[in-house]
C-alpha cells in the first residue's frame, strides 16, 4: 500500500504570520473604506460546536495549517474522471495531525454523491490507538435539482473530488482575529475586503486565514455548480453560462480560507462555501443588500 507520501505528492511552503495586533489595525484602517462600520479585535474563539456556527469542532487554533488540494483545472475544460479521491483525514495526517478541525471548501465526491455538488467541509477527526480514525462529520453540500432549483444536504464522506481548499488545525481554544462588518460602502465583496486590505501591507509575502464567517443579516450571491459539463468549458463566458446562480437569505456560516498573494504555487486565492439551517448554501460571491448586511467572522492566521 502506497505511503501517504507517495498518494499525495505536496509542496510545502512557511507562510507569513504577522501578530494578530498587528492584524486588528490594518483591517480596522483598510476595511473602513468599504463598510460603514468595522470593528476588528483579538478574542478567545467562541465554541464553534454551538449555535450559530454549527461547527464539527470546538476551536481554531493548535498548528493552524491551511492545505490546497487538487485546482480547477481538473474540472475545466472537462472533468478528469481519471482522477482519485482526495481523503481529508488522510491529508491532514500527511500534515502531522492526529486530530483536529478540517473545514473550507471543495467539489463533493462524486463517487459518493453521484453528481457535481458544492462541498463544505465540517469535520472533526481524531486517529485512535489502534490506528482507526473516529469522525464527527457535520459536512454539507449544495446540488441543483430539477428546473434550476437546489438542495442542500448532510453529507457522511471526509473525501472531495478534484479540489478542495481547507483550513486544518488541533481544534483547540484561544485567541483568534475577530472581524464584525455592517453597510457596505464599497465595491469588494468580504473576502476580498480582507484579502486587499492584506496585500497592501505585505506585498508579495503571503500572508492566509481560515475559519468561519457568519453573514448574519441581508442577502448573498451564491452559485452551485450543476453537474459536470458535458461539453467543454473554455472560456470565462462558457464557465460563466454554466453555474446556476441564486440569491440567498441569511443567516449563512461560510467557511473560508483565503491568502494575501499565490507565491507561484497556482493557489485558489480566496474559496468559501455556506451552509444554513434553513436549507440554503453554496458557493459565496458577494452581498446583495449592502444597506443591511452585516458579517461575523473567526479567523486564525
Known amino acids: 500500500m502506497a505511503s501517504l507520501t507517495q498518494k499525495y505528492p505536496s509542496i510545502v511552503r512557511k507562510l507569513l504570520v504577522p ?6 489595525d490594518l483591517l480596522n484602517d483598510k476595511m473602513s473604506s ?7 479585535e483579538v478574542v478567545d474563539c467562541p465554541d464553534l460546536r454551538k449555535e450559530p456556527f454549527h461547527m464539527a469542532g470546538e476551536g481554531l487554533n493548535g498548528k493552524p495549517m491551511i492545505a490546497d488540494i487538487g485546482g480547477v483545472p481538473y474540472l475545466m475544460p472537462l472533468p478528469r474522471f481519471d482522477k482519485q479521491p482526495y481523503s481529508f483525514t488522510e491529508i491532514a495526517q500527511l ?13 463533493s465526491p462524486f463517487h ?5 455538488c458544492e462541498m463544505m467541509p465540517n469535520i472533526h477527526f481524531e486517529v485512535t490507538s489502534n490506528g482507526e480514525v473516529s469522525v464527527n462529520n457535520a459536512t454539507y453540500c449544495a446540488k441543483v435539482v430539477r428546473n434550476d432549483e437546489y438542495e442542500l444536504f448532510k453529507l457522511n464522506s471526509t473525501e472531495c473530488f478534484l479540489f478542495g481548499n481547507v483550513f486544518v ?17 464599497g465595491e469588494l465583496n468580504f473576502t476580498e ?3 486587499n486590505a492584506l ?28 453537474d459536470f459539463s458535458k461539453v467543454p468549458l473554455n472560456t470565462q463566458e462558457e464557465r460563466e453560462n454554466w453555474l446556476k446562480y441564486f440569491d440567498m437569505n441569511s443567516p449563512l456560516i461560510c467557511l473560508s480560507v483565503l491568502h494575501s498573494f499565490d507565491d507561484n504555487l497556482g493557489l485558489r486565492i480566496e474559496h468559501t462555501h455556506c451552509f444554513s439551517t434553513h436549507g440554503q448554501g453554496g458557493h459565496y460571491h458577494y452581498d446583495t443588500t449592502p444597506d443591511h448586511v ?8
Open 34 to 40: 468599504n463598510f460603514a462600520e468595522v470593528k476588528v
Open 199 to 226: 496585500r497592501s501591507k505585505y506585498g508579495n509575502q503571503c500572508v492566509s486565514l481560515g475559519g468561519v464567517f457568519l453573514l448574519k443579516n441581508g442577502n448573498a450571491k451564491l452559485h452551485i455548480n450543476p
Open 193 to 195: 475586503c480582507i484579502r
Open 112 to 116: 459518493v454523491t453521484g453528481l457535481n
Open 169 to 185: 488545525c488541533e481544534s483547540k481554544p484561544g485567541k483568534v482575529l475577530k472581524i464584525s462588518a455592517r453597510k457596505r460602502i
Open 19 to 24: 501578530p494578530m495586533a498587528e492584524l486588528c
Open 95 to 107: 500534515m502531522g495531525f492526529q486530530k483536529g478541525l478540517i473545514l473550507g471548501a471543495a467539489c
Open 294 to 301: 452585516e458579517y461575523e467572522a473567526y479567523f486564525n492566521v
